[in-house]
């Protein structure tokens, strides 16, 4: 760091529990966790689970844009999306405009396993939720939005 740098607290002056990736990744392991075992008797895995909610409101994304959504590495997401084909959650198309690339879609069975798994979804999302007023859980939402525009890498 240069002279001119700003000087930031340390971790330790913050305290883990001031530090908002450290509360994220607390968060999001407590949420997954929730339902896992709802998930794995329905045969899916957390990556499996974010594709079929990502693409029960998004038509036909493609392969690059679905990682993007599922927060999934490309080779993790193409393993889950062969066993989803397997399994009949979705299905695959190439490109109309682009014969290289695929889009991928939510089938009726998908779909039906996906209603299948919201309601734990949401039940978890309410248990994060207890006792914090609505207006306070729109702010947080919009400021989740904004820092995710600071730090995104893609348009998506």
């Known amino acids: 760091m240069s002279e001119d740098s700003p000087r930031y607290p340390r ?11 450290y509360l994220m990744n607390r968060i999001m392991g407590r949420y997954n966790a929730s339902f896992r075992e709802e998930m794995a008797q329905m045969g899916l895995t957390t990556p499996k689970a974010r ?8 038509d036909g994304p493609l392969i690059r844009e679905l990682a993007v959504y599922t927060v999934v590495e490309q080779s ?12 009949g959650l979705i299905r695959r198309e190439p490109d109309p405009a682009d014969s290289r690339a695929v889009r991928v879609f939510i089938t009726e069975a998908g779909r ?43 348009e998506i």
């Open 11 to 21: 971790l330790g002056e913050i305290g883990l529990t001031n530090f908002a990736p």
């Open 51 to 58: 594709t079929l909610a990502v693409l029960s409101v998004a």
């Open 76 to 87: 993790t997401l193409s393993r889950a999306l062969d066993q989803m084909q397997n399994d």
């Open 112 to 154: 039906a396993t996906f209603e299948e798994l919201w309601p734990h979804m949401v039940e978890a999302q309410a248990r994060m939720f207890r006792g914090i007023p609505e207006e306070e859980r729109r702010a947080f939402a919009a400021t989740l939005q904004k820092m995710l525009l600071n730090i995104r890498k893609h």
